[in-house]
């Protein structure tokens, strides 16, 4: 599977710092930041590559557009880079596959989704019990909900019911807030990728799984196959 051409690092830094509309001198304190990622040549020149171009456009709509601080965008440009990986992961990982295919390794069983929910995602707590362990009121957890920070489940009666990764969401939402003194905005723009990052990362083990188990249902009906015609004819010499 070939490479995303977005993550091919090819502009140096004073093009980069044009194409951006920065300083090459912000370029190197987001690097040190971790706020970008940019690549090295042979000869350790900073190569900068489409992605990291499309980030240092969105630290500048965080900050100039949203008011973000830097605490903030430091937690979306990492949650960005953890999106990146994934998706990296996932690539090698369907890469890896396709070689073994290619391969006709000798077929050998393969584990198959377990088909259950996570744990995790399961909507248990009222928004009574929900606030009380986030040590928020209840009616911060619905103006959450609003702002879609959060996404609770619903029972049959429609009553509100948190699951235990949205107490962990909303435990990351008082931790931006008071400790790192993100305003609104940055949250919003945290928790999107946050919830992003969690599907993405559901989808990917989806298909990762539904890989393996066509794999796992080709190997064996190669393990089924009749034996061919050969064994008749030894059979009649």
Not at 19 to 42: A, C, N
Not at 44 to 73: C, M, P
Not at 163 to 192: C, K, W, Y
């Amino acid at each position: 599977m070939p490479s995303d051409s977005r993550h091919r690092p090819v502009y140096v830094i004073s093009v980069a710092a044009e194409l951006v509309d920065m300083h090459p001198q912000t370029l190197r304190l987001y690097e040190r930041k971790g706020l970008i990622r940019p690549g090295r040549s042979s000869g350790k020149t900073r190569l900068y590559s489409e992605r990291d171009i499309e980030h240092l456009r969105e630290i500048r709509r965080l900050t100039q557009e949203l008011g973000v601080n830097l605490a903030g965008v430091e937690e979306v440009m990492r949650l960005q880079h953890e999106l990146d990986d994934i998706q990296g992961e996932f690539e090698a990982e369907i890469e890896r596959i396709e070689d073994e295919l290619r391969a006709q390794a000798q077929p050998r069983a393969l584990p198959g989704p377990d088909g259950r929910v996570d744990p995790k995602d399961r909507p248990v707590y009222v928004i009574s019990i929900a606030a009380e362990l986030v040590d928020m009121h209840p009616q911060t957890l619905r103006l959450y909900e609003r702002k879609q920070l959060i996404r609770p489940g619903r029972s049959s009666g429609k009553t509100r019911l948190y699951s235990e990764r949205d107490i962990e969401h909303l435990r990351e939402i008082r931790r931006l807030t008071q400790e790192l003194g993100v305003n609104l905005a940055g949250v919003e723009e945290i928790m999107r990728l946050r919830h992003q990052l969690d599907s993405t990362r559901a989808g990917l083990e989806s298909n990762v799984r539904r890989i393996q188990d066509d794999i796992t249902d080709r190997m064996t009906k190669w393990r089924t196959l009749p034996e061919g015609d050969g064994a008749g004819t030894d059979d009649d010499g």
